[in-house]
């Protein structure tokens, strides 16, 4: 008996670790599902944590702004103070500016992970959908779902206000709330699954309401719906159902704001596609980004190529991933496969996928040919992003012999994590602090009659809802399109109100920033006396690289001595550094001086200067010049 037990070798720690995941969070039970999804919530609010406070651009520009106006009623006090994005639909920009407000920073950060960890179960479900049952689905949903949340478009958002990870949600459950509506026709053989597709509706309608580049993903939905379901009464009447809803839903959650909207300007999408509606405060201009697009037809063809080898070519941050080009050519192979009609080949697709897959695949192509030709964004490619590890597991499967087509799968997925995971690339975090964003600004004289012009296209409404609210804030010089009569209203309102200030972008020296910390954790400790002040001039040295002086007996690390070595300095997107945009005032405003405002704010620990030094004079020129 004991040689016996002596033949049976003892499992590795790896095997006893996969072993012990496997008996808690294999989806067997319904326990071990919800155990997992707990689970990666918890992973998600510590990896934001990790990452810290979220700092980007939009979330400055207008994500902030937009949720203060939206429940203070400021679409009819201030003039697009958040530039071209003041009125988007301001529906998930209250949730972040509530959380933001409400809530210490570091926990609505971990709430923001938490909630876009969810989609760990909404994967795994659609996973399940699309798998053969005959396959292991308990053990292969789970994995497949961390492998989709491993790509590199959702981690560059992860826990971020940017909207596409948040908005990615309801398409998500959208599409699995679809998928089960699907099975159930099938099942049936005749009747509409009325009661899931219209909840496929509502969610979509609710991602359309979030951010409307989600239109993209409707329009996938619907053709996917007439791929599958049973029989072709089935389909269309699924699809209507579908439709139907969605308009009722986006129409409940947006018709509101953007029927305000058109009542303000006379165009409920302004200031965009203004060359439909023709609102006279903006240019008759459609505002359509094409400098990502593809061009020629050879980019056209390739272009999932093309963005992966040059990644700044689908954003302003580059996202590095393999999951593209590799799916590229596997669906390249499973074409040529598929026209050759070979008698014999790996494996079935049947032995590996549902009926579900059908839907499944016209959806996530279906939304990427329509993002090629709309966006080419890649951070709006997040959805599909987060499936095409799947497709890309199922096509190694079918197209591979069974011998090695599990292994190669599974390590193949493996790599496009790891690449993804080193090449997520980030919109911008700061240091924690208890509060997400604290602005100091001197006495504001008679708020009432003031108003005050956010001049240049930096980020800056995110300090508005910290000042005072009796005072209009309004945008010049900046993203906006404006239109002569624009330039009307700006002179109207500072007719009306009688006094002007000008808030102006300036530069963060991070450099400096930090070597000021770091001298005061120094004077602390105690650190920075001493016979030739010797750690301290070791730090400068090498890991600091910057010069040392002394003073009154102290040591302090200074960049500003010279050490012939150059720090980058945070430059704000679109924003010049250290020149007031007051050169660029559109034409038609009046001459006239308005008053400099001097604030200093902070995004997280990262201190914000508007204007350094003391407050000046801005001339606001009829010709645009100063």
Same mark, same amino acid.
């Given at each position: 008996?004991?040689?016996?037990?002596? @033949?049976?070798?003892?499992?590795?720690?790896?095997?006893? *670790?996969?072993?012990?995941?496997?008996?808690?969070?294999?989806?067997?039970?319904?326990?071990? /599902?919800?155990?997992?999804?707990?689970?990666?919530?918890?992973?998600?609010?510590?990896?934001?944590?990790?990452?810290?406070?979220?700092?980007? =651009?939009? *979330?400055?520009?207008?994500?902030?702004?937009?949720? &203060?106006?939206?429940?203070?009623?400021?679409?009819?006090?201030?003039?697009?103070?958040? #530039?071209?994005?003041?009125?988007?639909?301001?529906?998930?920009? /209250?949730?972040?500016?509530?959380?933001?407000?409400?809530?210490?920073?570091?926990?609505?950060?971990?709430?923001?992970?938490?909630?876009?960890?969810?989609?760990?179960?909404?994967?795994?479900?659609?996973?399940? #959908?699309?798998?053969?049952?005959?396959?292991?689905?308990?053990?292969?949903?789970?994995?497949?779902?961390?492998?989709?949340?491993?790509?590199?478009?959702?981690?560059?958002?992860?826990?971020?206000?940017?909207?596409?990870?948040?908005?990615?949600?309801?398409?998500?459950?959208?599409?699995?709330?679809?998928?089960?509506?699907?099975?159930?026709?099938?099942?049936?053989?005749?009747?509409?699954?009325?009661? %899931?597709?219209?909840?496929?509706?509502?969610?979509?309608?609710?991602?359309?309401?979030?951010?409307?580049?989600?239109?993209?993903?409707?329009?996938?939905?619907?053709?996917?719906?007439?791929?599958?379901?049973?029989?072709?009464?089935?389909?269309?009447?699924?699809?209507?159902?579908?439709? /139907?809803?969605?308009?009722?839903?986006?129409? +409940?959650? $947006?018709?509101?704001?953007?029927?305000?909207?058109?009542?303000?300007?006379?165009?409920?999408?302004?200031?965009?596609?203004?060359?439909?509606?023709?609102?006279?405060?903006?240019?008759?201009?459609?505002?359509?980004?094409?400098?990502?697009?593809?061009?020629?037809?050879?980019?056209?063809?390739? =272009?999932?190529? #093309?963005?992966?080898?040059?990644?700044?070519?689908?954003?302003? /941050?580059?996202?590095?991933?393999?999951? %593209?080009?590799?799916?590229?050519? +596997?669906?390249?192979?499973?074409?040529?496969?598929?026209?050759?009609?070979?008698?014999?080949?790996?494996?079935?697709?049947?032995?590996?996928?549902?009926?579900?897959?059908?839907?499944?695949?016209?959806?996530?192509?279906?939304?990427?040919?329509? =993002?090629?030709?709309?966006?080419?964004?890649?951070? &709006?490619?997040? +959805?599909?992003?987060?499936?095409?590890?799947?497709?890309?597991?199922?096509?190694?499967?079918?197209?591979?012999?069974?011998?090695?087509?599990?292994?190669?799968?599974? %390590?193949?997925?493996?790599?496009?994590?790891?690449?993804? +995971?080193?090449?997520?690339?980030? =919109?911008?975090?700061?240091?924690?602090?208890?509060?997400?964003?604290?602005?100091?600004?001197?006495?504001?004289?008679?708020?009432?009659?003031?108003?005050?012009?956010?001049?240049?296209?930096?980020?800056?409404?995110?300090?508005?809802?910290?000042?005072?609210?009796?005072?209009?804030?309004?945008?010049?010089?900046?993203?906006?399109?404006?239109?002569?009569?624009?330039?009307?209203?700006?002179? @109207?309102?500072? $007719?009306?109100?009688?006094?002007?200030?000008?808030?102006?972008?300036?530069?963060?020296?991070?450099?400096?920033?930090? *070597?000021?910390?770091?001298?005061?954790?120094?004077?602390?400790?105690?650190?920075?006396?001493?016979?030739?002040?010797?750690?301290?001039?070791?730090?400068?040295?090498?890991?600091?690289?910057?010069?040392?002086?002394? #003073?009154?007996?102290?040591?302090?690390?200074?960049?500003?001595?010279?050490?012939?070595?150059?720090?980058?300095?945070?430059?704000?997107?679109?924003?010049?550094?250290?020149?007031?945009?007051?050169?660029?005032?559109?034409?038609?405003?009046?001459?006239?001086?308005?008053?400099?405002?001097?604030?200093?704010?902070?995004?997280?620990?990262?201190?914000?200067?508007?204007?350094?030094?003391?407050? $000046?004079?801005?001339?606001?020129?009829?010709?645009?010049?100063?």
């Amino acid at each position: 008996m004991s040689a016996a037990s002596d @033949a049976v070798p003892r499992p590795s720690r790896r095997q006893r *670790l996969l072993r012990a995941l496997d008996r808690r969070f294999a989806f067997h039970p319904r326990g071990n /599902v919800i155990a997992a999804g707990l689970a990666v919530a918890l992973l998600g609010g510590l990896l934001s944590l990790l990452l810290g406070q979220d700092a980007n =651009w939009d *979330l400055r520009n207008y994500h902030l702004y937009n949720g &203060y106006a939206a429940l203070h009623g400021r679409l009819g006090v201030d003039l697009a103070p958040a #530039q071209l994005q003041s009125y988007f639909n301001p529906l998930l920009d /209250v949730l972040h500016y509530a959380l933001m407000s409400g809530l210490p920073a570091p926990l609505a950060g971990f709430a923001l992970g938490a909630l876009h960890a969810l989609a760990f179960l909404l994967l795994a479900g659609i996973a399940w #959908q699309v798998l053969d049952p005959r396959l292991d689905r308990a053990r292969l949903a789970p994995w497949l779902a961390l492998a989709g949340m491993c790509s590199a478009a959702f981690l560059s958002e992860f826990a971020g206000t940017m909207a596409d990870n948040s908005s990615a949600l309801p398409v998500l459950g959208a599409l699995l709330a679809a998928l089960h509506a699907q099975r159930q026709q099938q099942a049936a053989g005749q009747g509409v699954a009325v009661a %899931w597709w219209a909840l496929a509706g509502a969610l979509l309608g609710l991602a359309l309401a979030c951010k409307l580049t989600n239109a993209l993903f409707a329009l996938a939905l619907g053709v996917a719906a007439l791929a599958a379901g049973g029989r072709a009464r089935q389909r269309i009447g699924g699809a209507a159902v579908l439709s /139907v809803v969605t308009v009722l839903g986006f129409a +409940v959650l $947006a018709g509101p704001w953007l029927l305000g909207v058109w009542k303000a300007f006379g165009n409920p999408l302004f200031p965009q596609f203004n060359s439909h509606f023709l609102a006279p405060l903006a240019q008759p201009v459609a505002l359509s980004d094409t400098r990502w697009l593809p061009q020629g037809w050879l980019q056209w063809l390739s =272009w999932p190529l #093309q963005f992966s080898l040059v990644p700044n070519r689908v954003g302003e /941050v580059g996202l590095r991933q393999i999951v %593209w080009p590799l799916l590229y050519l +596997v669906g390249l192979a499973s074409l040529l496969r598929f026209a050759l009609r070979r008698p014999r080949r790996p494996a079935a697709a049947s032995d590996v996928v549902a009926p579900a897959w059908r839907a499944l695949l016209v959806f996530f192509v279906v939304a990427y040919l329509a =993002w090629q030709a709309v966006f080419s964004i890649q951070r &709006y490619l997040v +959805v599909p992003e987060l499936l095409a590890p799947l497709l890309l597991w199922v096509g190694l499967r079918w197209l591979l012999p069974a011998r090695i087509a599990a292994p190669a799968a599974r %390590w193949t997925l493996i790599a496009c994590a790891l690449v993804a +995971v080193q090449g997520r690339g980030d =919109w911008g975090h700061e240091r924690w602090a208890r509060a997400a964003f604290r602005v100091q600004a001197p006495p504001l004289p008679q708020p009432a009659r003031s108003l005050v012009l956010l001049v240049g296209d930096a980020p800056q409404s995110w300090r508005i809802p910290f000042l005072p609210a009796q005072a209009a804030y309004a945008s010049v010089a900046s993203n906006f399109p404006e239109s002569p009569a624009y330039a009307e209203r700006v002179r @109207a309102l500072l $007719a009306e109100r009688g006094q002007g200030y000008a808030l102006l972008p300036a530069t963060v020296d991070r450099n400096a920033e930090r *070597l000021r910390r770091l001298n005061a954790l120094a004077a602390r400790l105690g650190l920075d006396r001493g016979p030739d002040c010797r750690l301290m001039r070791r730090l400068a040295r090498q890991p600091v690289r910057a010069a040392l002086v002394e #003073q009154d007996g102290r040591c302090q690390l200074d960049d500003a001595a010279g050490t012939g070595h150059r720090h980058r300095r945070r430059r704000p997107r679109g924003a010049g550094l250290g020149r007031p945009a007051t050169g660029r005032l559109r034409p038609g405003l009046a001459a006239g001086d308005v008053r400099g405002l001097r604030i200093l704010g902070r995004a997280g620990a990262l201190p914000v200067p508007v204007v350094p030094g003391e407050p $000046a004079l801005i001339a606001a020129r009829g010709q645009g010049s100063t």
